[in-house]
């Protein structure tokens, strides 16, 4: 077994859904950074059977949004002198500003090329948002 040292500061992203790690990693751009990020595929875990797991060793911004998106269900915890010093538990995001396009080719945000669309969650369960202009769905 592989043994990973524990982190003295930086964050974990835990519960990741066994083989969305490596989108995950490259959706943050972590393979960008200097400092030392693990990403370990098909972990054992009592809860998931397999999950991926990264370890971050620095404090940098995360948008949550973003992960939300990818990998709702995601645990985030940051970690001071060894110790987790907050976690948080992540599901799909209520509103996404910015990331999400419209499919609907009538639409005004297509139309009129539009930025900083305003997506609304309507079905979590399909993992649907509406659009803030026409209402199109878009599934994820």
């Given amino acids: 077994m592989i043994n990973v040292s524990k982190l ?4 974990v992203l835990d519960h990741i859904t066994a083989g969305h ?22 972990v ?7 999950k991926d797991l990264i370890k971050i060793e620095t404090d940098m911004p995360l948008d949550l949004t973003v ?3 990818i990998e709702p269900g995601i645990t985030i915890s940051y970690i001071e002198n060894g110790e987790c010093t907050r976690k948080l538990k992540l599901r799909l ?4 500003d910015g990331i999400l396009t419209c ?15 305003t997506f ?3 079905d979590a369960e399909k993992k649907e948002y509406a659009c803030e202009y026409c209402e ?3 599934k994820l």
């Avoid at 003295?8 to 964050?11: A, E, R, V």
């Fill in 136 to 138: 199109a769905r878009t």
């Fill in 44 to 50: 054992d875990s009592g809860k998931l059977g397999k």
């Fill in 103 to 117: 499919k609907n080719p009538r639409c005004i945000s297509n139309v009129e090329r539009l930025e900083n669309i």
């Fill in 21 to 42: 790690g490596y989108k995950l990693f490259k959706q943050l751009h972590l393979d960008e950074l200097e400092d030392v990020v693990v990403l370990m595929k098909n």
């Fill in 8 to 11: 003295k500061k930086g964050i």
């Fill in 67 to 69: 992960i939300g998106l």
């Fill in 93 to 96: 995001p209520e509103k996404v």
């Fill in 120 to 122: 609304y969650l309507v």
